[in-house]
């Protein structure tokens, strides 16, 4: 009975789209790193780690006040919980496992077995909880437990809370991890010298020494001087002794410079890797950028008329001499080859509006790329630029959405110089924004203010505009020169033409609806 | 009279503008350095080739160029080209000299020896992408335009003498009437420069002045036609 009415929940769960959707906005806030929002959540979380902390701090000379208690016991540790729970509960589906078990058993006619189901999930969800985040986490919970003064530590669990939220700190772990088998090493090495130094001093100096007492007081002072900190507390008081302390030392100093040149190279191996994601975790928050692939004359020039806070963009180049160059000239540039999959796919696709442009020298790679981020995502605008003219129907088959033939562009430039030199002259001012005449595209949005209403009703007139043309969206037709007593459609796109402040204006009295 | 074109190169650049300016009926002279590409342009069909070293002053002088004549320079060398830029100035400083570059540098140095338009490949192309980023449906339309898709181009009218517009206020003009839109005109009195008809300034027109409109072909002669006549 209740076996059946879990079952029927499940279902229930597994058909509703709201709690997908809910639980997917959870998911993502928490784990998503390339959510847009979730850096909110991230700020918040050390703001309430650092709070903590400071109150433990303050806590250990000052009386603390009542409010600042109670904030540190029930509100953060509240929201820790709250954490912890959440994200217990999205690191898997439970009715995913019931109902998929219940659909297994129907299938094969056998008899379902709720328990079962039931311990699938509980060891999965263990699975996670074991985890060291999630130890930290829920460490992290316990300083609410006021009756054990002793838990007050377990704040500090909060510190390493902080790795969840800040990446730089993981990079240093996984840095270092990469070179855990010289590190081991270098730590078993350090414990055998220790332990034989530290046995060798309490044989020789346990009689003599005043200070050397137990093997513990031994091992300690070995420790002490090998890692040249040595306090002096212990010193070693007979010859025997004082060789050995000779040999740790210097074995010591040849450790400790092992160990830095270990962890250096490292960071120097690792270093242009940790730029280029740091470069693309950067770019990944912004809601469109451009991914420029190949670096050369055009892109230089592309860059150069591009304004200051305009598109943000990347640029991927395979050749190192030539990323070298671009970050010389000034630009964003990383290398790395955009015709692999797993580069593009580093990229934010599900958030970010991107656009790539293959700029590169061939047009085999440039048709590769194509074919990549076209695979990555259809929403992916891609830009190419054919070397070869010919090449213009593969490139479309490949499902580029804009082909440039420069030579081709050229030409019209030169045929509208040569025969129509005035018409040249204007639409080179209207499309680099130039002159008196600024031209600009209008998107009637849905809800607008605009749609449903006459062109006659708009202040076209009134603000200097020249409305040159209608696109409809359902056709993709272009209304030229349209007539007064044309009704606006959502998601038309005016052409405007007109000074720019007229333009701005405009564009304002739409945004706000103040028709 | 049919407009003559020089064009210097026959390239792969050469070629296309070539084409085009056939079908808008140039007279076309084509002058080439290179025997393989000399022999390439006769067998495209071209009847006017000329095969001569372009660095002796003395071979260009004896060209038949006349003062309206263009001259196109896009020689594949890039050095050359300059170079004949730089002569061809000198010896007929009153022709207008359109050159094909390749970098801004080059840009520079074309406008330096007298060039009257250098179109820049990797600037128009540069320049394009930005117009597809910022502005697509307008590229998308101006486009049109030139290459003539929606059968929509624009026009520039020269206002004959006697006509009816002569003397009036661009406002009292209804240019819709006509099917057709005016974007701005060259007045005469005031400058030679291009005036947008959105800068909010108001123009008498005269006669001598160019309108520059757009719209269909068809309104476009009609309206053409009909400025000729001296009463609405």
Redesign the interface.
Known sequence: MISETIVRFAFFINSSNRYKKVKTFFADILVNPEYPYKKYLDSFMIFLILTSVGILVHGVRNPVPEWMDFYDIYIVSFIFFIEYIARIWVHNDLHKVIVSDYEKALFLQKKFSLWHSLKKIIIEKLHYMVTPAAIIDLLAILPAYRPLRVLRIFVLFRVFKLLRYTKNINQFVEVLNNKRFELLTLLFLLIFIVMTAGIAIYVFEETYNPHINTLFDAIYWALVTISTVGYGDISPVTHQGRVVSMLIIVSGLAMISFVTSVIVSAFSEKLTELKDNRVIEEINTKESF?ILCGYG??V???L???QESE?PYVILEKDPEKVKQALKDGYNAIEEDASRYDVLSKFNIKYSKI?V?CLTQSDIENIYITLNAKSLSKDILV?V?AIDENMERKYRLAGAD?V?K???????????????P??????E????GK???Y???VKVYEGSSFEGKRIEDIPLKEK???L??L?REHNGE?I??PSKDLVFEKND?M?I???KI?VDDFKEIHQRGLL | MKKRAFMLGYGKQGKMICEGLEKDQFLITIIESDRMRYKKAKEDGFADVILMDVTKDENLENLLIEKEDYLICVMDDIHLNVYLTLTLHDLFPDSPIIALSDSIHTTEKLYMAGATKVIDLYRVTANRIHNLLRKPVTTQLLDGFILNTHNISFKEIEIPRDSFLDGMMVEEVDFSKYEIMLIGMIDKELSSHFIFITSGISHKLDSGDILVCIGKQFDLVHFEEMIRRKEV
């Open positions: 451009l004359q055009l230089k020039m592309f150069r008329q591009k598109y656009t442009l830009i630029k804009h440039l420069p030579a081709h562009v050229a030409n019209v430039m030169f045929m509208t110089a040569i025969t129509q005035i018409m040249h002259n204007a639409l001012a209207i499309l680099t002159s008196m005449a031209i600009d595209e200097k505009l020249l040159i043309a696109k272009f030229f020169n796109v052409v033409m007109g000074l007229s």
